[in-house]
């Protein structure tokens, strides 16, 4: 593994240490393939820098999305579109571009991580202050689902279904959290019910590999936030659980 974030190392590391599992951090490079059994890149970076080897990646475990479907995922507006055209439309929170949709909601820019360059416009006076990035083509308006809980499930897909996965539920102080800004109070291991449906989004986009679906839940249905085409953080600590599962 490559990784340029200390905690999620020593995160890695404490998940195996009662495992039979030799882990080593570093640079991926070609010779990687030959002398591990299983490569996995961390981050966007990595993904690319892997994705220059395909013909070694033909016999890692894990393989890694195509750079089509990585930049698709990246594109937040874009990937909301594709759904939406894919009739998947009635679990993304409703887009507007220009002055298409009244506060409040959230200001998203398109590419971007960790909740970075998103911000709550709760009112005109707002809207006016950032009325810029407002009517920058770089951001886009969504609907706010509402709500103190996030989710993120972690999937490994492989082969066009669903090999393993992980949920995870967050709670936060305020209804209109944005993850990665504000400050989450509890983080617990919970049953997903939605499987199903994001299976059926991975195929659509045409996903293989690691990536982490954040949603939350309202009107008794999922919203999609985003889909991140990589390695999650939060499964740091139970990726070795991943393992017993790969062929």
Known sequence: MSCEKPDW???IERGFSGTRHKIEFGSITPESFGGFD??????????????RSLPLLASNPIPVPSEQCVRLCHDKY???????????????????NGLELEPPYILKKRTGEWGQDCHIIRDRQEEKAL?????????FRQEIISGQFEFATHILFVGDRI???LNLMYEFESETPIKGQDRELSRVI???????????????IGFQGL???????????PFILEINPRFGGSLCPYFFSFLRHLT
């Open 78 to 96: 874009e990937f909301n579109q594709k759904l939406i055209n894919a009739g998947f439309g009635r679990h993304i929170p409703r887009m507007g």
């Open 211 to 221: 990536c982490c679906v954040n949603y939350k839940i309202a009107r008794s249905q």
């Open 38 to 51: 299983l490569v996995v890149p961390l981050t966007l970076a990595d993904l690319s820098r892997v994705r």
């Open 190 to 204: 919970c049953r997903c019910a939605y499987l199903e449906l994001f299976g059926s989004i991975l195929r659509t």
């Open 9 to 11: 190392q020593e995160d």
């Open 163 to 165: 090999v393993k996965s």
């Open 131 to 139: 009325f810029e990035r407002v009517m920058d083509p770089a951001f």
